[in-house]
């Protein structure tokens, strides 16, 4: 069965600081990697993906990648208060897979 | 991104009827997905949408209950037949951005059953 685990917060952040939001799933074959943010009553925003193992930097977000212990993060530099959300991580072997979405996890960030 | 457009975004529906979601994605996708968010959830896959076959649905949703359509490449529809108040939750439809795959999502159809 494939899950995808985060914990649920709420994690406070003071404004300017670093967010570290984490996810880990089940399924070895897990190929492709996502973080999505989510406002109240809207829909998923796609944030980051990352396909190997590493970091990716994309602007004040960076995505982490570790395969061998089936761990996915993201960091979020200089957080703003609008970066307050819940932050989904996700996760698909490719191909005609879906994605399989961890429960969440609320940021909150402090001003 | 692709431009995803979901109707409607809203409804209230009473116990025992069908409403059919429909989905318009602004190029051609071979897959287009469908789920649904409940109430302070995360997102569950209901079933993947192809056109020219029949969709394959996850674990605990069934046909007769979630039908789904796919006449071309651009669209799709999802009815949620014989509602109850169990069914109230946000549908979203989701499609991929090639060659990556990353999907985008629509704005959601919000029901409510009475």
């Known amino acids: 069965q494939k899950e995808v685990e985060q914990n649920s917060g709420p994690l406070s952040v003071p404004e300017g600081a670093i967010a570290s939001l984490n996810c880990t799933y089940s399924?070895?074959?897990?190929?492709?990697f996502f973080w999505y943010r989510q406002y109240s009553g809207k829909s998923p925003e796609l944030i980051m993906s990352i396909y190997s193992n590493g970091d990716k930097e994309d602007g004040r977000f960076t995505a982490q990648l570790n395969k061998a212990s089936q761990y996915v993060s993201l960091l979020i530099r200089d957080s703003q208060p609008s970066d307050s959300a819940t932050y989904l991580c996700a996760v698909s072997k490719g191909g005609a897979d879906g994605l399989t979405f961890g429960k969440g996890t609320h940021l909150i960030i402090q001003p | 991104s692709a431009v995803i457009s979901q109707k409607p975004s809203r409804d209230i529906c009473q116990r025992g009827t069908s409403l059919t979601i429909q989905c318009q994605v602004d190029?051609?996708?071979?897959?287009m997905f469908w789920y649904r968010q409940q109430p302070g959830q995360s997102l569950t896959l209901i079933a993947t949408?192809?056109?020219?076959?029949?969709?394959?649905?996850e674990s605990g949703f069934v046909i007769d209950k979630f039908p789904i359509s796919r006449p071309n490449l651009t669209f799709s529809t999802l009815t949620v037949s014989n509602m109850s108040p169990e069914d109230s939750s946000i549908y979203l439809c989701?499609?991929?951005?090639?060659?990556?795959?990353?999907?985008?999502f629509g704005e959601g159809s919000r029901l409510t059953v009475l």
């Open positions: 399924d070895r074959g897990s190929q492709s």
């Open positions: 949408a192809n056109q020219g076959s029949e969709a394959t649905y």
């Open positions: 190029s051609q996708v071979t897959m």
């Open positions: 989701s499609a991929p951005r090639y060659p990556a795959g990353e999907l985008f």
